[in-house]
């Protein structure tokens, strides 16, 4: 399946121009095993988290989880309930899924639903935040390799966002995703030197302070 060109993520990009806040995760970690589930719950208070697919979960528009994951994804389930862990993708669960055919391959392989939406990340966020009532959208994370498409989004939506900047692999990835990747490093890096800081959180500061 090939993605159809995502035009809401060039039309959101600028969105970051005047306010470069949305652009920065509030959690950046390599890849999802840094990530730790237990505290998100009990220290910030997530209850329910959203994740991209392809280089998050798994390899390019593989169905299966990237086996090196497959304990930290079993922890996450164990962690929210399967009810609470959704996949967010711009594939599988969208237009170019005729029938959602991928979608339903990945909820019997991942374990756990696929959102169905018709706009494609940055936009959409009311497609996540009405299959996750009555969980509040700032007890929500948001985890995704991307920063101009799922960082961008969660911001937009005030979820706690997680940046997994490691991919597992370019291979078989669009070519415009693989600009765009180096073009968001570039942009973080910029950000960063800038102390350009993500938008308020309740959880993030509650979950900063713990770990400090």
């Not at 706690?160 to 995703?177: P, Q």
């Amino acid at each position: 399946m090939v993605q159809s060109l995502n035009l809401s993520g060039i039309a959101n990009a600028f969105r970051v121009l005047f306010n470069p806040s949305l652009a920065m995760p509030h959690v950046i970690v390599e890849d999802i095993r840094q990530i730790n589930f237990k505290n998100l719950k009990s220290q910030a208070n997530i209850k329910a988290i959203g994740f991209d697919k392809d280089n998050c979960l798994t390899a390019p528009y593989v169905s299966t989880i990237y086996p090196p994951f497959e304990e930290t994804w079993k922890e996450c389930i164990e962690t929210f309930s399967k009810e609470n862990v959704l996949i967010v993708s711009n594939s599988a669960g969208t237009r170019d899924d005729t029938d959602y055919k991928e979608a339903r391959k990945l909820e019997e392989s991942l374990g756990v639903t696929v959102l169905r939406h018709d706009e494609k990340k940055p936009s959409g966020g009311q497609f996540l935040k009405e299959k996750l009532e009555p969980i509040p959208v700032d007890q929500t994370a948001f985890v995704g390799d991307r920063i101009l498409t799922d960082v961008l989004f969660g911001n937009r939506n005030g979820n706690l966002t997680i940046w997994t900047r490691k991919v597992i692999t370019e291979e078989g990835d669009n070519k415009a995703a693989l600009i765009l990747r180096r073009m968001e490093y570039k942009l973080i890096d910029l950000l960063q030197r800038f102390n350009v800081k993500p938008p308020p959180h309740k959880g993030f500061t509650k979950l900063f302070k713990k770990e400090e």
